[in-house]
């Protein structure tokens, strides 16, 4: 059974960083696609980026230029690097893969989502 688990969120001052993390189990991510997403209160989830098997990232334009993907293969875990971090940026971020980024843009509530890590962004 796959399972993401994602861990690395706590309270930063605007401005901030923090670096997120998604171990997977059950699931290689060395030949894979690793997406993050993120849900607001009173929002829908959303993905803010992804990174593929090779180099290739996208990253949304609320993000890009804030947020950097990378990975551990050996570890099979992702991360997110967040800088200049603002108070919009506060959600719980979720983590996901798959073959490819579109197949992982097309992640939703019928897919399994761990529990998620809160990013609160807060003076």
């Known amino acids: 059974q796959v399972h993401f688990v994602e861990s690395g969120g706590g309270l930063v001052q605007p401005g901030g960083s923090l670096t997120l993390s998604c171990v997977a189990s059950?699931?290689?991510?060395?030949?894979?696609?690793i997406g993050w997403f993120r849900q607001a209160p009173g929002k829908e989830r959303e993905g803010i980026s992804c990174?593929?098997?090779?180099?290739?990232?996208y990253y949304s334009d609320v993000v890009k230029g804030r947020f950097t993907m990378s990975r551990d293969n050996a570890k099979n875990t992702g991360y997110l690097q967040m800088n200049s971090l603002k108070p919009e940026d506060a959600a719980v971020y979720f983590c996901a893969a798959d073959s490819n980024c579109a197949k992982v843009s097309a992640k939703d509530s019928r897919d399994s989502w761990g529990p998620g890590t809160q990013v609160t962004v807060s003076a």
């Open positions: 059950g699931f290689n991510l060395r030949r894979s696609a």
């Open positions: 990174l593929e098997d090779g180099s290739k990232s």
